[in-house]
């Protein structure tokens, strides 16, 4: 059960990591970062931060790489765009610009060579310190209404450790992600994580349950990650340190919990998926739908026909 101290440690911080090169973009993401590419008329990552900071996490920190100064660029001021705007007498615009320099305290880390997932969340290590932290990761956006970080945070109130964010996939999409061995415990929610692996081959997964890209870590993490040699793909994987969390007491760090999460969850990490968000979220939007929906319709009326035809 709760630790005192676990319970009295506020999560504050979230780590974002920025550094990937998105290759399976490219040629869009030759010199734009993937992270800036647009679900509709925003930038992925700020839906990220968003979600970060209505879970009340107001302190972020991007793990950056090179060739990502635009992100930086857009949580910063923009002075000469701004005072065209301003001009203009454009205010509806000039509020969108403003909105994201006054979303949060963003702050940023180089990640310097591209060592794997758990190699970049070690580079937040100095920022963070000794307290839990969130970790977003930029491809998986959750659905705006959902409420599963805030969810963790209590997790992670209530028993210590650390708190994974857990869905259900196909049997045949499991290799594609980190898989939880899982016990259930008196919430329905909430299941002890007994084991990870990260990209299972196909048919070896222990479960069905897949990590989605939240965690809640304990700074207890920094310290596995340092001694966590190279895994899968020859990266240092975060889901390899938190399997050996899984498997340690609360004075080293563990143990590690999964929130179940039956919600809105959208990838942009692949071309179909990323079309399949921009749509949906265009889908979404009031001052969109009105006029995309009918389209959309009508234009798979035309094509969404058997394809055999
Ligand atoms: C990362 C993690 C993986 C997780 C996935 C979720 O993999 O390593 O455990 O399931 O994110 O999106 P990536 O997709 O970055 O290769």
Redesign the pocket.
Known sequence: MADEQHTVTQVTKAVIPVAGLGTRFLPATKSTPKEMLPIVDKPAIQYVVEEAVSAGLGDVLMITGRNKRSIEDHFDRAYELEEALRVKDDIDRLNAVRESSELAQVHYVRQGEPRG?GHAVLCGAAHVGDEPFAVL?G??LIGARETLLKRMIEVRQTYGGSVIALMEVAPEQAS???CAAIRPTDESDVVTVTDLV??PPVGQAPSRW????RYICDPAVFDVLRKTPPGRGGEI???DALRELARSGPEQGGPVHGVLFRGQRY?T?NKIDYLRTVVEFACDRPDLAEEFLPWLRDFLAEHGTDSTE
């Open positions: 997932l990761l491809d998986d594609l992600y980190g990260e990209k897949a990590i989605i890209g994987q975060l889901t990838d990490g």
